[in-house]
């Protein structure tokens, strides 16, 4: 177990609407990473909060956002969803102090739009 | 932005015999890479990593060797057992921080 925790597993939903996921970083992190994984694409980097600040953006599209709340806790909100965006979203955390500072990952939140 | 490429994308390996993943990257400014092992439904796992002033580490089973000049580096896994078949995904560090560029994966199926 990573520690990392990512809600809900499973989402199923149509296009057009708009979904919120979420995740609680392993305690003591401070930094948390977002990533997409499809079939044809990998691992994609979406955006990194650090301690509440937005810290990098990856490829992530205009209809998404994210932000990290004074919790540490994180939210990824997709709208206008499409069907090129059911994919498997991960959460990650790390410590953010120093480099490196590994990476560890939740189990993810399965998004399958219809 | 880095480019981080896996290779072979499947691997059938007999129980007990040795696996080799191999990646390259192209940012020669990378210094840090780490492995991860996903099972099925589950998220990444690190494995272990290495830093680029490093050139090899090991961990029981598992060892990883870099080359900075040839920009690749590679995953040793011995004495394969059942339990190490899964998505075995390397990564490379992007500017010098955390955030991480990841191969597509490699398959790694131990026939008992």
């Known amino acids: 177990d990573s520690g990392v925790t990512q809600t809900p597993k499973h989402l199923i939903t149509a296009t057009g609407q708009r979904v919120t996921l979420r995740c609680s970083p392993r305690s003591g992190d401070l930094s948390v990473y977002w990533y997409q994984q499809s079939l044809d694409q990998g691992l994609q980097f979406l955006i990194q909060?650090?301690?509440?600040?937005?810290?990098a953006k990856g490829n992530i599209l205009e209809r998404f956002s994210a932000q990290q709340f004074p919790d540490l806790h994180s939210e990824l909100n997709l709208s206008s969803l499409e069907l090129g965006d059911s994919a498997l979203y991960f959460c990650?955390?790390?410590?953010?102090?120093?480099?490196?500072?590994?990476?560890?990952f939740g189990n993810g939140t399965r998004l399958t739009v219809t | 932005g880095e480019n981080v490429e896996q290779h072979p994308s499947t691997l059938s390996v007999q129980e007990g015999d040795s696996a080799v993943i191999k990646c390259t990257y192209s940012d020669s400014a990378s210094n840090y890479f780490p492995w991860y092992k996903q099972e099925l439904g589950k998220g990444p796992q690190l494995i272990i990593d290495?830093?680029?002033?490093?050139g090899e580490k090991k961990d029981q089973r598992i060892a990883v060797t870099l080359n900075k000049t040839a920009k690749h580096f590679s995953l040793h896994i011995t004495e394969t057992q059942p339990e190490d078949s899964a998505v075995y995904f390397c990564a490379a560090s992007e500017d010098g921080n955390n955030r991480l560029a990841f191969g597509k994966g490699n398959q790694v199926v131990v026939i008992p």
């Open positions: 290495i830093r680029s002033n490093v």
């Open positions: 909060y650090y301690n509440g600040e937005e810290r």
């Open positions: 990650a955390s790390s410590s953010g102090q120093g480099f490196p500072s590994p990476l560890h």
